[in-house]
């Protein structure tokens, strides 16, 4: 099931609000909207107030909060106000106040380990886990696979 939502003619240009789309679009929209709420950029009092949005319309449609995931978060252009601003010799330049639109998709993710269909094949997805050890010297952690293998070549020769 997916629950869309969309915050339409935002007073503030779409390129500020992509940087903010581009950190939250992984998480998890609970996670989202706690991070939302202490940060100070502007943008992100839209996005939380969108993402609050389409998480009521869930709890509405009796599903949990806890399984939903960002499907789509899209920001697009909405209509520029025409302003004019004082020129040089008595003229006027024009500018655009920029708006946007938010576009909040969620769905109800799967869980690790669950059949999902694709079309009339059910495949099922086997959970993987690797197991990482830190290495003595601090460095970047390496996989047990790799270290055991490192150590059977070092004796070798």
Same mark, same amino acid.
């Given at each position: $099931?997916?629950?869309? @939502?969309? @915050? %339409?003619?935002?007073?503030?240009? &779409?390129?500020?609000? #992509?940087?903010? %789309?581009?950190?939250?679009?992984? $998480?998890? &929209?609970?996670?989202?909207?706690?991070?939302?709420?202490? $940060?100070? =950029? #502007?943008?992100? /009092?839209?996005?939380?107030?969108?993402?609050?949005?389409?998480? =009521?319309?869930?709890?509405? #449609?009796?599903?949990?909060?806890?399984?939903?995931?960002?499907?789509?978060?899209?920001? =697009?252009?909405? &209509?520029?106000? /025409?302003?004019?601003?004082?020129?040089?010799?008595?003229?006027?330049? %024009?500018?655009?106040?920029? @708006?946007?639109?938010?576009?909040? $998709?969620?769905?109800?993710?799967?869980?690790?380990?669950?059949?999902?269909?694709?079309?009339?094949?059910?495949?099922?997805?086997? %959970?993987?886990?690797?197991?990482?050890? /830190?290495?003595? @010297?601090?460095?970047? &952690?390496?996989?047990?696979?790799?270290?055991?293998?490192?150590?059977?070549?070092?004796?070798?020769?």
């Amino acid at each position: $099931m997916e629950i869309k @939502t969309s @915050t %339409r003619y935002i007073h503030i240009a &779409p390129r500020k609000l #992509r940087i903010l %789309r581009a950190a939250i679009k992984r $998480m998890h &929209p609970v996670v989202a909207t706690k991070r939302l709420a202490l $940060m100070q =950029d #502007r943008a992100a /009092k839209f996005f939380r107030k969108s993402i609050l949005a389409a998480l =009521d319309s869930a709890k509405q #449609r009796q599903l949990e909060v806890q399984t939903l995931a960002f499907k789509e978060v899209r920001v =697009d252009e909405g &209509p520029g106000f /025409k302003r004019f601003r004082a020129g040089s010799k008595g003229s006027a330049k %024009r500018y655009v106040r920029k @708006t946007s639109h938010i576009t909040i $998709m969620l769905t109800v993710a799967p869980s690790k380990g669950e059949a999902k269909t694709k079309g009339s094949e059910i495949t099922v997805v086997p %959970r993987v886990e690797q197991k990482v050890e /830190k290495s003595v @010297t601090g460095e970047k &952690p390496i996989k047990i696979a790799k270290a055991v293998s490192k150590i059977s070549k070092s004796k070798t020769k």
